[in-house]
């Protein structure tokens, strides 16, 4: 960063985000496209940190609906001080909007095992 107050993950080189798209699909073949925009669009450059050493769908851990996967979910606890799942459905993103009532009750059950372990 400049030090001008750039978003994280806004380092995109030359601002150019149909480039940076691009490049997420050549790097991450496996990534279904409406997962790939959506992790382009939230997370930047910082997608990457997100993903890791993920080779496949498989990689990403549980699929609680939607959008949402494990390593998200992880990814928000661990470096965007997400520490419930409302933070996570509504506050950090949107998954909320797009998930079930099952599913959102599935989700906030594995989120409060995982703060349980952590606290």
Not at 37 to 51: F, P
Not at 92 to 115: D, I, P, V, Y
């Amino acid at each position: 960063m400049d030090g001008t107050g750039g978003l994280p993950g806004g380092d995109i080189p030359e601002a150019d985000f149909a480039r940076f798209r691009q490049s997420v699909t050549e790097d991450y073949p496996w990534l279904p496209a409406s997962l790939a925009d959506h992790l382009s669009r939230l997370y930047g450059t910082r997608l990457r940190d997100l993903l890791g050493p993920a080779r496949g769908l498989e990689d990403l851990g549980k699929h609680f609906g939607a959008q949402l996967y494990e390593a998200e979910a992880h990814y928000l606890m661990e470096r965007e001080w997400a520490v419930t799942a409302e933070d996570i459905l509504e506050r950090r993103t949107k998954h909320g909007l797009h998930l079930s009532a099952e599913e959102r009750r599935n989700f906030g059950t594995w989120c409060a095992g995982k703060m349980a372990k952590a606290g």
